[in-house]
């Protein structure tokens, strides 16, 4: 009896304590919550956003695509094929071990067996450690995203995972379907540990004591992150006050939490573009840049953004976003039915043609409308779509084996860089190189692909500005794919939680940043 | 007994194992369960090296052979997502479907015998039309419909309810974590339990109000009348009794589709049940939680239904279990 009186007292006793504190809690809703602890298990938004969360980078970019430094200092060009990075110093991990290079070596070697991962650091050829806070950076050629690709380097605690766990297994191990000591645990350096998670229910973070950067203005001390899937529930959750921040938003409810008065709603233009790809080995017609025009001059890509985006993206006549190096301002979406028809006739095919479509019903924001609205378009220069829309499940294996004449897809460039676009989606298909992996169309122009191979090793931004920029108009006046628009991206919070400040276009925010006002 | 046992055991093992060979030669259509796995940019040859490793690219039979020998020792595979034994997952899921279910059962018992049997005896009057005219409402509104208009009215406008999730709970010794013992897991319960409840609840009224009245129509019924039975033990010893034979077995099969059901209530309300990691698996091709969700349910299903047979023979002695000997 006395003992459940003390106990009772002692817990009443730290709750008092707790709240004279003036902790703040931060309950947000995701739209799914992070597959697995271990940053090098999978390269998605998801696992991005954790990692921000719980370690950081050597360096980060900022609200301008500029870089930030982080937890390394400065860096400098050594040579053309060398970067040096001078590390923080005072820095301790989750787990108390210092931080030093041998962390970023040990983390350096990690990405490399990564299936997710290597891609992005394929380019370097070693990581040279200097002394225990200077490393230096070699590349195999001249290498101009260097600091780009250091964005994706969150030094891991080489000592907490070292050694092995209670099944025998090396704690470094990295599994992509199984239970490894990785994808449980993890010792970072970032604003906030992991303090419980129930997968697929919630997440626990709690702030990180001994945090080295003293000068982050964020005053949150837990955050309760609930992965809510179905958008409706996510907007409810918020309105009602049940969390205090929501993303992605649908467009559908952007006026109902801009008319709320308790609430924010912050929206910014995104970098994925949403194209439809023309598949010239399917359809004759296709081979022949006028057809290809022509369905470029029949799509009304500001009639999509309005009519059924709502606003909520910005029509896009390429693929580089505004901020990237290769965006050319001068190339605008070129909707005109009549050039269109003419075009379709010049070509020999008046009476148009009967093509099959595809996209996915689940993977971007009103996918399948947006097809359904390309498929009438296109009804007006007399080409027939047949379309099938599927889950995204289904829809990528159909999208590997090319399965219809137009099919959709979306993309953003894990560099944030024009190249990684253009090697992906257009660049001639080659199997051993891995170029155009992503290019259903076939579309095939050897002297684009050289500008990607020179772009690749130039390292004055003036000048690979001027390749890619002369590659994007190579491929609008060529029609090589429909761009459609950039996503928006869009964040809803509760009237003084602070997050503007902390959000990005890459759509990972700085959660140890935040500050809530009371 | 015993017999009726045995033979109910040997269906079950059919079943389970039709069951079983449906959802695994399903999955395949499901779509690729590494373009979940992996991110967007990772090569073909490395993506083929996954599958090899996973043991995705052997023939169907060795596939199947690999399932059943570790399902027979109780495996039904290790789940992609939580990288956990797909059973565990589940059952760890199960407590909060099985409470959903409870409460909109409650909900059911509880309005469904005293309406159908009022609106039955009293078919002309404004309150059973008023119930009648409910119910169709009640029955033609989609269940995810009915819980966003529920969350609407009761979590954002009202801001009386919780819009979402399971509340506080807690965790009772033999591992089954309930929300049923904390006033914020019992509020987070109503509005989940009611729309569960909104699409059986009308049926049940309609149900039990059509087997009443044609019960009331009967001669033995009338009889009793005849010889001057108060009203209410003709209505609820001799008329109830036998309505409620149907519906036990209506009842039964029902609790089944119920937990599919949940699919949908769960989605909405974001309860972490059995059916929202179920649409959660379809999403990210988890084939071996898939397959192991179908199996799980169907269990349910056959032990639900022998459940039934069994109360069947208590309220009605007539129906023998076993067959005719």
């Known amino acids: 009896m006395n003992k459940t009186l003390s106990m009772l007292a002692g817990a009443a006793l730290s709750l008092g304590l707790a709240a004279g504190v003036n902790a703040a809690t931060l309950k947000m809703a995701y739209d799914a919550d992070p597959v697995s602890l271990d940053p090098h298990e999978q390269l998605s938004g998801g696992t991005m956003q954790l990692s921000h969360m719980t370690f950081d980078p050597l360096v980060r970019w900022d609200k301008d695509l500029g870089f930030e430094p982080r937890l390394a200092e400065k860096w400098e060009r050594i040579d053309d094929l060398t970067m040096r990075f001078y590390l923080r110093k005072g820095v301790t991990f989750h787990s108390g071990n210092p931080f030093t290079a041998k962390d970023v070596a040990f983390t350096f070697e990690r990405l490399r067996q990564s299936p997710d991962f290597k891609g992005i650091f394929a380019p370097f050829s070693e990581l040279k450690v200097i002394d225990d806070y200077t490393i230096e950076l070699k590349t195999k050629k001249p290498f101009p995203l260097v600091l780009n690709n250091v964005t994706y380097l969150f030094p891991m605690d080489s000592e907490f995972y070292s050694g092995t766990d209670a099944n025998g297994e090396p704690k470094d191990k990295l599994v992509k379907h199984g239970n490894s000591f990785a994808s449980r645990q993890l010792s970072g350096t970032g604003p906030y540990t992991v303090a419980e998670r129930q997968q697929g229910v919630r997440v626990e973070f709690e702030r990180f004591g001994n945090y080295w950067d003293e000068n982050s203005p964020g005053n949150v001390d837990e955050i309760i992150l609930t992965p809510i899937k179905e958008a409706p529930t996510r907007v409810a959750a918020l309105l009602s006050g049940d969390v205090d921040f929501i993303a992605p938003v649908p467009p559908t409810d952007h006026r109902r939490i801009e008319g709320n008065d308790k609430v924010n709603l912050i929206t910014m233009s995104g970098t994925r573009i949403i194209t439809f790809q023309m598949n010239q080995e399917r359809v004759e017609a296709f081979k022949d840049a006028r057809v290809r025009q022509a369905v470029a001059y029949a799509i009304n890509q500001e009639g999509i953004v309005k009519k059924i985006m709502r606003g909520f993206a910005t029509p896009a006549a390429q693929m580089s976003p505004e901020g990237y190096l290769g965006h050319n301002s001068a190339l605008k979406p070129r909707y005109d039915l009549k050039k269109a028809r003419e075009l379709m006739k010049e070509a020999g095919y008046e009476d148009g043609f009967t093509i099959s479509m595809m996209a996915p019903n689940n993977r971007y924001v009103n996918d399948e409308k947006i097809a359904q609205a390309v498929a009438s378009m296109l009804a007006k220069i007399n080409i027939k779509v047949d379309l099938k829309t599927m889950p995204k499940a289904q829809y990528w294996g159909e999208f590997d084996e090319r399965a219809a004449d137009m099919m959709m897809i979306g993309w953003h460039a894990d560099t944030e860089d024009s190249n990684n676009f253009f090697e992906f989606l257009t660049a001639c298909p080659d199997a051993d190189t891995g170029l155009g992996q992503y290019n259903s169309g076939n579309y095939c122009n050897p002297e684009a692909d050289k500008l990607m191979v020179e772009a690749n090793t130039e390292t004055d931004p003036q000048k690979r500005a001027e390749i890619m920029q002369t590659i994007e108009q190579m491929l609008y006046d060529d029609a090589a794919f429909i761009p459609l628009h950039w996503q928006n991206l869009a964040w809803a919070a509760r009237k003084g939680v602070n997050v503007e400040p902390v959000l990005n276009v890459m759509n990972f925010p700085y959660m140890g940043d935040l500050v809530i006002e009371e | ?325």
């Open chain 2, 1 to 325: 007994m015993i017999a009726f046992f045995i033979k109910r055991l040997a269906q079950a093992i059919v079943v389970m194992f039709v069951i079983s060979i449906i959802s695994f030669s399903i999955q395949d259509n499901l779509g690729d369960p590494l373009r979940e796995m992996v991110g967007q940019s990772v090569s073909e040859a490395e993506r083929q090296q996954l599958r090899d490793e996973l043991g995705l690219n052997d023939p169907f039979l060795v596939q199947y052979g690999r399932f059943v020998k570790n399902a027979l020792q109780g495996d039904l595979g290790t789940s992609y997502f939580f990288k956990e034994p797909a059973l565990d997952v589940i059952l760890a899921k199960l407590p909060a479907t099985l409470e959903l279910v409870f409460g909109a059962s409650l909900i059911i018992i509880t309005l469904s015998v005293p309406l159908g049997v009022y609106s039955a005896i009293n078919p002309q009057s404004w309150f059973s039309k008023t119930v009648m005219g409910f119910s169709i409402v009640g029955i033609s509104i989609p269940v995810f419909l009915t819980a966003i208009g529920l969350i609407y009215f009761f979590s954002i406008e009202l801001g009386w309810m919780p819009s979402y999730g399971r509340g506080e709970t807690v965790m009772l010794p033999w591992g089954w974590e309930t929300g049923l013992f904390t006033a914020d897991g019992l509020a987070h319960l109503v509005l989940p339990s009611v729309s569960l409840a909104s699409i059986m609840l009308p049926l049940f009224i309609r149900l039990i109000r059509a087997e009443m009245m044609e019960v009331l129509q009967s001669e033995y019924v009338k009889f009793a009348w005849a010889k001057g039975l108060h009203s209410r033990r003709i209505y609820f010893l001799h008329a109830l009794k036998n309505t409620m034979l149907p519906v036990i077995t209506v009842g039964g099969v029902q609790i089944g589709t119920m937990v599919a059901y949940t699919i949908l209530t769960e989605t909405v309300f974001q309860w972490p049940g059995m059916g929202f990691l179920f649409l959660e698996a379809i999403n990210r091709v988890d084939t071996p939680l898939i397959v192991a969700y179908l199996i799980v349910v169907g269990a349910i299903f056959v032990i639900t239904n022998t459940i039934v047979d069994l109360i069947y023979g208590l309220v009605n002695p007539t129906v023998n279990l076993a067959g005719k000997k």
